[in-house]
């Protein structure tokens, strides 16, 4: 059992803001290069229980387990502002993958973005993929990552770039 002081109550009371830490920074740009956790964990020097607890942490802190999500947020807050854009032609994407590739960016699995676009899940799968093949993306958090480095997905209004340094976690 745990005791709280006044000053745990006090932290809890008041919103707090979400800064990574460096290493968690460090696994978000590998999951927005598309690499897996046994590549992020080898770039790293790390093991890859060790990535994944850094994923989960920074997923709880988010309040969102969808890697995509994560990355998108990464981006909104400016904390991957410096992860230069992968060499890609620039390509051209229709408006209805751009609605999907949105709703990707929220972190909606493939039956939310159905019922929000009066789809049916398969035909959600099939611009799912469209997109993974004209992005070049290995994954739904990488086709995110690409669409903010490329211009298709935009930082929201009201959703201004976190622009604090990097420190512990909370």
């Not at 802190?61 to 854009?85: C, D, F, K, Q």
Request: with cysteine; aromatic share 4%.
């Amino acid at each position: 059992m745990t005791i709280t002081g006044p000053e745990t109550i006090e932290r809890t009371a008041r919103k707090q803001t979400v800064r990574p830490t460096w290493r968690q920074l460090q696994v978000l740009s590998g999951v927005a290069r598309g690499y897996t956790n046994v590549e992020i964990a080898g770039h790293l020097h790390v093991a890859r229980p060790t990535v994944q607890r850094h994923v989960d942490r920074l997923g709880k802190s988010l309040g969102t387990n969808e890697r995509a999500r994560m990355v998108a947020i990464g981006y909104e807050r400016g904390w991957l502002a410096r992860l230069s854009p992968e060499p890609r032609e620039w390509v051209v994407l229709t408006e209805r993958c751009q609605e999907v590739l949105q709703r990707i960016a929220e972190g909606k699995s493939n039956e939310e973005i159905a019922g929000e676009l009066y789809l049916s899940v398969n035909t959600v799968k099939s611009h799912v993929r469209r997109v993974f093949d004209v992005l070049q993306a290995r994954h739904r958090a990488h086709a995110v990552a690409l669409a903010y480095q490329h211009g298709h997905l935009r930082h929201r209004p009201g959703h201004a770039p976190d622009r604090q340094r990097p420190g512990r976690a909370a």
